[in-house]
């Protein structure tokens, strides 16, 4: 079955940087895009990043561009964000999910990883 | 950017049926997808393409789509309904993903 299992997740200062992986199975990861997808604490669902099946078309949401990357390795069915400069505000759960094969909605997700900024 | 509206809650007795909207400019010329939240749960895909639904998804959630308005239906609401749902679209003019501000849905 589709398993998708995030870590990285932590506790990271104003300023500094923290890598996220998403370790998939149980499907052809070369096969489809991926996400990631945050939710801050008692908000709402928030799109992050896309990444096509080669790794070729990468997409960012407006409030991560430029600070934020999403890579993937298909070799090791993994995928990855990178995020510099964290603030506050991006203290939320992280999860990644994968796009259906139409590329329109996302058809399973990770139970998500906790992202804490504070100093 | 393209917003999608929700009302922050729905409240409904057991047996009756919950409307749950989306708002958004012409959202009905786009294909709207919903997912269901249960606290502490990961989201999960409830009806896609406007009103399909996946397998093991009840009869009961039904979808729609027109004009500036999309909604879930949720007939003879049970208790293990009650959960966050959120709409979600493609908005391909600017090659994002947007969902909609989330709904809690109460069960009276």
């Known amino acids: 079955q589709v398993q998708l299992v995030e870590s990285g997740g932590g506790l990271a200062k104003p300023g500094g940087s923290l890598r996220l992986s998403c370790s998939a199975s149980g499907f052809p990861f070369s096969d489809y895009y991926m996400n990631w997808i945050r939710q801050a604490p008692g908000k709402g669902l928030q799109w992050i990043s896309t990444i096509s099946a080669s790794g070729i078309i990468i997409y960012y949401g407006d409030s991560v561009k430029g600070r934020f990357t999403i890579s993937r390795d298909n070799a090791k069915n993994s995928l990855f964000l990178h995020m510099h400069s964290l603030t506050a505000e991006d203290t939320a759960i992280y999860y990644c999910?994968?796009?259906?094969?139409?590329?329109?909605?996302?058809?399973?997700w990770g139970q998500g990883a906790l992202v804490t900024v504070s100093s | 950017s393209y917003v999608l509206t929700q009302p922050p809650s729905v409240s409904v007795a057991p047996g009756q049926t919950a409307r749950i909207p989306c708002g958004g400019d012409?959202?009905?010329?786009?294909?709207v997808h919903w997912y269901q939240q249960k606290p502490g749960q990961a989201p999960a895909l409830v009806i896609y393409y406007d009103s399909d639904r996946p397998s093991g998804i009840p009869e009961r959630f039904s979808g729609s789509n027109s004009g500036n308005t999309a909604t879930l239906t949720i007939s003879r609401v049970e208790a293990g309904d009650e959960a966050d749902y959120y709409c979600?679209?493609?908005?391909?003019?600017?090659?994002?993903?947007?969902f909609g501000t989330g709904t809690k849905v109460t069960v009276l």
């Open positions: 979600q679209f493609w908005d391909s003019t600017n090659d994002h993903y947007v």
């Open positions: 012409n959202i009905g010329s786009y294909t």
């Open positions: 999910a994968r796009v259906s094969n139409s590329g329109s909605y996302f058809d399973y």
